[in-house]
Protein backbone atom coordinates (compact mmCIF):
# COMPACT_ATOMS: atom_id res chain seq x y z
CA UNK A 1 0.00 0.00 0.00
CA UNK A 2 1.27 3.34 -1.11
CA UNK A 3 0.59 6.02 1.30
CA UNK A 4 1.47 9.98 0.49
CA UNK A 5 4.49 11.26 2.19
CA UNK A 6 3.75 13.10 5.44
CA UNK A 7 5.17 16.52 5.99
CA UNK A 8 8.30 17.05 7.89
CA UNK A 9 9.44 20.07 8.97
CA UNK A 10 13.04 20.27 10.59
CA UNK A 11 14.49 23.81 11.80
CA UNK A 12 18.17 24.37 12.75
CA UNK A 13 19.86 27.92 13.13
CA UNK A 14 22.99 28.15 11.09
CA UNK A 15 27.09 28.36 13.36
CA UNK A 16 26.20 32.42 13.55
CA UNK A 17 22.63 31.71 15.00
CA UNK A 18 21.10 34.03 13.23
CA UNK A 19 19.65 31.72 10.31
CA UNK A 20 16.84 29.78 10.82
CA UNK A 21 16.93 27.09 7.99
CA UNK A 22 13.82 24.66 7.62
CA UNK A 23 13.77 22.17 5.68
CA UNK A 24 10.25 21.29 4.55
CA UNK A 25 9.73 17.64 3.16
CA UNK A 26 6.39 16.22 2.11
CA UNK A 27 3.09 17.80 1.25
CA UNK A 28 2.21 20.89 3.45
CA UNK A 29 -1.48 20.92 3.37
CA UNK A 30 -4.22 22.47 5.36
CA UNK A 31 -3.57 19.86 8.31
CA UNK A 32 0.72 20.07 8.11
CA UNK A 33 -0.13 24.10 7.85
CA UNK A 34 -1.75 24.36 11.03
CA UNK A 35 0.95 22.63 12.69
CA UNK A 36 3.56 24.29 10.94
CA UNK A 37 2.63 28.17 11.24
CA UNK A 38 3.19 27.76 15.74
CA UNK A 39 6.45 25.96 15.33
CA UNK A 40 7.59 29.10 13.04
CA UNK A 41 6.05 31.11 15.50
CA UNK A 42 7.56 29.60 17.88
CA UNK A 43 11.15 30.11 16.30
CA UNK A 44 9.88 34.30 15.70
CA UNK A 45 9.31 34.36 19.96
CA UNK A 46 12.83 33.36 20.50
CA UNK A 47 14.21 36.34 18.51
CA UNK A 48 14.80 34.56 14.89
CA UNK A 49 14.21 37.00 12.34
CA UNK A 50 16.30 35.46 9.23
CA UNK A 51 14.66 32.16 7.85
CA UNK A 52 15.39 30.30 5.26
CA UNK A 53 13.05 27.45 3.28
CA UNK A 54 15.02 24.52 1.46
CA UNK A 55 11.82 23.12 -0.32
CA UNK A 56 13.38 20.67 -2.33
CA UNK A 57 12.20 18.22 -0.91
CA UNK A 58 8.27 19.54 -0.74
CA UNK A 59 6.02 18.25 -2.74
CA UNK A 60 2.88 20.06 -2.82
CA UNK A 61 1.87 23.43 -1.12
CA UNK A 62 -1.61 24.25 -0.32
CA UNK A 63 -2.53 27.78 0.53
CA UNK A 64 -2.64 27.66 4.10
CA UNK A 65 1.38 26.88 3.45
CA UNK A 66 1.55 29.86 1.24
CA UNK A 67 0.25 32.33 3.52
CA UNK A 68 2.08 30.81 6.57
CA UNK A 69 5.50 31.60 4.83
CA UNK A 70 3.90 35.41 3.87
CA UNK A 71 2.40 35.84 7.20
CA UNK A 72 6.07 35.67 8.92
CA UNK A 73 7.49 37.74 6.24
CA UNK A 74 4.76 40.01 7.53
CA UNK A 75 6.02 39.89 11.23
CA UNK A 76 9.97 39.61 10.01
CA UNK A 77 9.69 42.87 7.48
CA UNK A 78 12.29 45.45 8.17
CA UNK A 79 13.86 43.40 11.02
CA UNK A 80 14.99 40.11 9.12
CA UNK A 81 14.11 38.32 5.86
CA UNK A 82 12.55 34.93 5.06
CA UNK A 83 13.76 33.22 1.89
CA UNK A 84 13.17 30.01 -0.25
CA UNK A 85 15.66 27.62 -1.90
CA UNK A 86 16.31 24.85 -3.83
CA UNK A 87 12.40 25.06 -4.91
CA UNK A 88 11.10 21.90 -6.61
CA UNK A 89 9.69 22.64 -9.87
CA UNK A 90 5.91 22.27 -9.36
CA UNK A 91 6.02 23.72 -6.26
CA UNK A 92 8.05 26.72 -8.32
CA UNK A 93 5.21 26.95 -10.88
CA UNK A 94 2.84 27.07 -8.12
CA UNK A 95 4.92 30.33 -6.13
CA UNK A 96 5.09 32.12 -9.78
CA UNK A 97 1.18 31.59 -10.69
CA UNK A 98 0.80 33.09 -7.14
CA UNK A 99 2.67 35.70 -7.33
CA UNK A 100 4.40 35.14 -3.65
CA UNK A 101 8.26 35.04 -5.56
CA UNK A 102 7.17 38.92 -5.87
CA UNK A 103 7.13 38.94 -2.26
CA UNK A 104 9.30 35.99 -1.09
CA UNK A 105 12.89 35.38 -3.21
CA UNK A 106 14.23 32.40 -4.46
CA UNK A 107 17.43 31.17 -4.53
CA UNK A 108 19.13 27.91 -5.90
CA UNK A 109 21.12 26.55 -3.73
CA UNK A 110 20.77 26.53 0.95
CA UNK A 111 24.69 28.02 0.59
CA UNK A 112 23.38 30.89 -1.48
CA UNK A 113 20.51 31.94 0.72
CA UNK A 114 22.22 31.89 3.72
CA UNK A 115 24.66 34.10 2.15
CA UNK A 116 22.42 36.47 1.30
CA UNK A 117 20.14 36.45 4.73
CA UNK A 118 23.72 37.09 6.57
CA UNK A 119 24.02 39.68 4.42
CA UNK A 120 20.99 42.05 5.46
Known amino acids: MNHPP????????????KVCVVVATGKLDMVAADEFE???????????????????????IGSLGL??????????????????????????????LTKVTQVLKLYPSRADAIDAVRSL
Open 6 to 17: QFNAALTLDPSG
Open 38 to 60: PLLEGQFRTGTRHFVFDLGGLEY
Open 67 to 96: QAFLRLANRVRGAGAVVLCDVAPPVRRLLE
